[in-house]
């Protein structure tokens, strides 16, 4: 029996209302279906990538505020840097500079038994010249030799120490000191060399090419 508008008329009051119901659960269906799903899972999407971004922001805002005082380190870094490598002598001023270290001793009143540069050690930019030191004269004395050393413009450190065969002479105990005195130079580098580096770094971190 097909369903007209005057047999829905004359239905009772209680199937209308259950028609009614019907035919509205059935718009809602279509809608949330059709409509609020799509649209809320969307919404849920744009929430989270506002939250990453929102997150992205914060984080920019904190290193924005803190650029001046991460310059600010950074350029007390290169000085500290700059007056380091100052103090480093280049390969010409090593030997004045050995001289220097035994003058002193000689000056201090040691006698030298033993004075021998080792092999160079190379550390990137520096390099480390040790030397076996052995010399002969009172605890006062290798004291003063050692606070010279200290007070060198260039860096030179003292390690090592060993004292030995002590003998009272003349009053005062005479001993042995050896010790190793390692100073440090700067490595020159040609700028053809550097140039050679940083392309090898460039071809290393580069990714591999497709044949």
């Given at each position: 029996m097909a369903i007209t508008l005057e047999t829905i008329v004359k239905?009772?009051?209680?199937?209308?209302?259950f028609i009614l119901i019907v035919l509205l659960g059935g718009i809602l269906g279509i809608y949330f279906y059709s409509f609020y799903f799509p649209q809320h899972e969307t919404l849920?999407?744009?929430?989270?990538?506002?939250?990453?971004?929102?997150?992205?922001?914060?984080e920019l805002r904190i290193v924005a505020a803190n650029m001046k005082r991460f310059q600010e380190e950074v350029a007390k870094l290169r000085e500290e840097l700059k007056l380091a490598v100052s103090q480093l002598p280049t390969s010409k001023e090593i030997p004045s500079l050995l001289a220097s270290i035994s003058n002193l001793g000689t000056d201090s009143g040691l006698e030298f038994l033993l004075?021998?540069?080792?092999?160079?050690?190379?550390?990137?930019?520096?390099?480390?010249?040790?030397?076996?030191?052995?010399?002969?004269?009172?605890y006062h004395q290798v004291a003063l030799f050692f606070d010279k050393v200290g007070k060198l413009p260039r860096i030179v450190n003292i390690n090592g120490v060993a004292m030995e065969n002590a003998k009272e002479t003349a009053g005062s105990w005479e001993i042995q000191t050896s010790c190793t005195a390692t100073t440090f130079k700067f490595i020159e580098r040609e700028p053809i060399d550097l140039a050679k580096e940083k392309k090898a770094a460039g071809?290393?971190?580069?990714?591999?090419?497709?044949r």
């Open positions: 239905l009772s009051k209680s199937k209308k209302i849920q999407k744009k929430k989270a990538e506002m939250e990453i971004l929102e997150r992205q922001v914060r004075f021998r540069p080792m092999p160079e050690v190379n550390r990137d930019f520096y390099a480390e010249i040790p030397v076996e030191i052995k010399v002969k004269g009172n071809e290393k971190g580069a990714p591999p090419r497709k």
